[in-house]
C-alpha cells in the first residue's frame, strides 16, 4: 500500500470515524437512562437499592469481563466503524461478526485492509438498518395479534410453556455448553447443580448474587489451568 | 391483576423515552455510511463494490433478526412494548436481556421474568438492564482508539485465552443458571431438558449435515422447543403447572 492511500484512509476514514463513532456513544450511553429518568421524574419511581445491587452483581460478574474482551477479540474481524456500530446495536457474535466476515468475502477485500475495513462498516450498517426493519416489522404483527391477553390468567398449557422461557433458555445453553466447550462446562456446572441442591435440601433458594460472582472466577481460574495445560484452545471457542 | 403499572410501561412518554437512543443509532449508521462512501471512493473502491457491502450485510442479518422478535414477544407482556422494543433493537442480544431481566425480578423475590410483576419490580428491572450494558459501552466508546494498547494489558495478546477466558466468564455465570430450575423440577425441568436436547440435535444436524443456515435459527427453535415441551407435558399427563413455577 502506497504511503498516501494510508494517508487518504486515515484522514478521510479513520478520524472521522472515531470522531462519529465517540460522540455517538456517549448520546447513546445518556439515551440509556432516559426510560429510567422518565419512571423516576415523571412517575415518582426509583429502584429499589438493594435488589438493584442484587441483580447487578451478577449481571455485571460476565458482563464485565464479557464487555471489555469482547471489543478487543472481535475488532480484527469488525474493523474500526464495525466496532463502534455493533456494540451498540448489541448481538455481535451472533449476528455482526458474520455479516462483516460476509461482507468482505463477498466483495473479495483482504483483511486487515483500508478496503476490507470500509466494506466491513458498510456490511454491518446494512445489517443495522435490516434489524430496525425487522424490529419495527415485527413489532407491528405483534400488536396485532391478541394472542397475549387472552392466555394470561388462564392457567392453561400454552401459560405454562411461557413460564419456562428461562429454563428453555438455559436448558438451551447448557446444550450448546456441552456442544462445544464440554471441558470448560464441567466445573461450572458441577458447582452449580451441588449448590443448587444444598440450596434445595436447606428448603430455599440461594441467591444467585451470592454464587455467581465465586463460579464465575472459579471457572475463569479453572479455564486458566487447563488453557495452559492445553486441554483447551481458542480457537472455534465462541 | 396487576396490570396497572403496564399502563406506564406502554405510556407515551415510555415510548419517547425509549425512541431516543434508536434515532442516535440511525444518526450514526448514517454518518458512517457517509464516511465510508467518501473515503472508500479515495482508495479505488467502486461504488457497485460498496453497495455490494451494504446489500450482503442487510441479507445476512433479515433471518436472525426475525429470531431476535422471539424475545420481544416473551419479554412485552411483562415490560410493556417500548421498553423491550428499544433493548432488543438497539442494545442487547436475546439471551442477555432474558437474563438481566430475569436476575432483576429475582432479586426483587420473584422466580424469575415470570412472576407478578408491579410497578416496582419493573422499575428495578429497567435500571438493572440498563445499567448492565453500561460497562461495555464505555470500553467501547473510551477504548476503541487504543484498542491495540487495552489488548496487550488485559491478556499480553494472546487471542486464544481471550476466547477462552471470554466463554469461561459467561459459562461460570450460566452454571448456576442451568441447575437452578433443574432441582426444581416439575415444568422448570422438562423445560430444561427440552431446550438442552433440542439443542444437541439441533448442533448435530448443523454440524454432521453442514446446515448452517440452522445455526441462526438454533436458540430460537430450542427455546421454543423447551417451552412447548412443558406445555405438552402439562396438557397431556399434567406434570407440572404454573403453581409449580411460583412456589
Redesign the interface.
Known amino acids: 500500500m502506497s504511503v498516501n492511500?494510508e494517508q487518504?484512509?486515515q484522514e478521510?476514514?479513520v478520524v472521522?470515524?472515531?470522531r462519529?463513532?465517540?460522540t455517538?456513544?456517549?448520546?447513546?450511553?445518556v439515551?440509556?437512562?432516559?426510560?429510567?429518568?422518565?419512571?423516576?421524574i415523571?412517575?415518582g419511581?426509583?429502584?429499589?437499592i438493594?435488589?438493584?445491587i442484587?441483580?447487578?452483581v451478577?449481571?455485571?460478574?460476565?458482563?464485565?469481563?464479557?464487555?471489555?474482551?469482547?471489543?478487543?477479540?472481535y475488532?480484527p474481524i469488525l474493523g474500526?466503524?464495525g466496532?463502534?456500530?455493533s456494540?451498540?446495536?448489541?448481538?455481535?457474535l451472533?449476528?455482526r461478526v458474520?455479516?462483516?466476515a460476509?461482507?468482505q468475502q463477498?466483495?473479495g477485500t483482504e483483511e486487515g485492509t483500508?478496503?476490507a475495513e470500509?466494506?466491513?462498516?458498510?456490511?454491518?450498517?446494512?445489517?443495522?438498518?435490516?434489524?430496525?426493519i425487522?424490529?419495527?416489522g415485527?413489532?407491528v404483527l405483534?400488536?396485532n395479534i391478541p394472542y397475549?391477553k387472552e392466555i394470561?390468567?388462564s392457567?392453561?398449557?400454552?401459560?405454562?410453556?411461557?413460564?419456562?422461557?428461562?429454563?428453555?433458555?438455559?436448558?438451551?445453553?447448557?446444550?450448546?455448553?456441552?456442544?462445544?466447550?464440554p471441558k470448560?462446562?464441567i466445573?461450572?456446572?458441577?458447582?452449580?447443580?451441588l449448590?443448587?441442591?444444598i440450596?434445595?435440601k436447606l428448603g430455599k433458594?440461594i441467591?444467585?448474587?451470592i454464587?455467581?460472582p465465586p463460579?464465575?472466577?472459579?471457572?475463569?481460574v479453572?479455564?486458566?489451568i487447563?488453557?495452559k495445560r492445553g486441554w483447551?484452545?481458542?480457537?472455534g471457542?465462541? | 391483576m396487576e396490570g396497572n403499572y403496564l399502563e406506564i410501561a406502554n405510556s407515551p412518554g415510555m415510548w419517547i423515552a425509549c425512541s431516543f437512543i434508536i434515532v442516535v443509532v440511525l444518526v450514526q449508521v448514517i454518518r458512517l455510511i457517509m464516511i465510508s462512501f467518501k473515503a472508500g471512493e479515495a482508495i479505488g473502491l467502486s461504488r457497485a463494490q460498496m453497495l455490494k457491502a451494504v446489500r450482503s450485510g442487510f441479507t445476512t442479518a433479515v433471518v436472525p433478526a426475525i429470531a431476535i422478535l422471539l424475545g420481544l414477544a416473551i419479554l412485552i407482556p411483562r415490560l410493556g412494548v417500548p421498553f423491550p422494543w428499544m433493548r432488543l433493537s438497539v442494545l442487547g442480544s436475546v439471551t442477555y436481556e432474558l437474563i438481566a431481566a430475569g436476575e432483576a425480578a429475582k432479586a426483587m423475590g420473584l422466580e424469575g421474568i415470570t412472576g407478578a410483576f408491579n410497578e416496582q419490580i419493573f422499575t428495578n428491572v429497567v435500571w438493572t438492564m440498563s445499567l448492565g450494558v453500561l460497562f461495555g459501552l464505555l470500553v467501547v466508546a473510551l477504548f476503541t482508539p487504543r484498542i491495540k494498547w487495552l489488548k496487550e494489558k488485559v491478556a499480553g495478546d494472546d487471542e486464544g485465552w481471550m476466547k477462552v477466558m471470554t466463554a469461561a466468564a459467561f459459562f461460570g455465570a450460566v452454571g448456576y443458571m442451568v441447575a437452578e430450575p433443574a432441582v426444581k423440577g416439575g415444568s422448570s425441568l422438562i423445560a430444561l431438558l427440552a431446550g438442552f436436547f433440542a439443542m444437541i440435535v439441533l448442533g448435530i444436524v448443523i454440524t454432521a449435515g453442514k446446515q448452517n443456515w440452522l445455526k441462526e435459527w438454533a436458540l430460537a427453535l430450542a427455546i421454543i422447543g423447551g417451552m412447548a415441551a412443558a406445555g405438552f407435558a402439562f396438557h397431556l399427563f399434567g406434570i407440572g403447572g404454573i403453581e409449580n413455577v411460583g412456589k
Request: some cysteine; glycine content about 14%; proline content about 6%.
Open positions: 492511500k487518504i484512509f478521510k476514514f472521522p470515524v472515531h462519529t463513532g465517540r455517538t456513544m456517549f448520546m447513546a450511553i439515551c440509556l437512562f432516559l426510560p429510567g429518568l422518565y419512571l423516576y415523571v412517575h419511581l426509583a429502584p429499589t438493594g435488589p438493584l442484587g441483580g447487578l451478577v449481571v455485571w460478574s460476565f458482563m464485565i469481563i464479557m464487555g471489555l474482551l469482547e471489543p478487543i477479540v475488532y474500526l466503524g466496532t463502534y456500530m456494540f451498540l446495536v448489541g448481538n455481535v451472533n449476528l458474520p455479516v462483516s460476509t461482507a463477498v466483495v483500508p478496503e470500509i466494506v466491513s462498516t458498510l456490511g454491518i450498517a446494512g445489517s443495522l438498518i435490516a434489524s430496525e425487522v424490529m419495527i415485527g413489532l405483534l400488536l397475549l394470561q390468567g392457567g392453561g398449557a400454552v401459560e405454562v410453556a411461557l413460564d419456562q422461557v428461562l429454563p428453555a433458555l438455559f436448558g438451551a445453553l447448557g446444550g450448546i455448553f456441552l456442544f462445544k466447550v470448560l462446562g466445573v461450572p456446572l458441577g458447582l452449580g447443580f449448590i443448587a441442591f440450596g434445595l433458594t441467591p444467585s448474587s454464587v455467581i463460579l464465575v472466577i472459579i471457572s475463569v479453572t479455564a486458566r487447563m488453557y483447551v484452545k481458542g480457537e471457542m465462541m
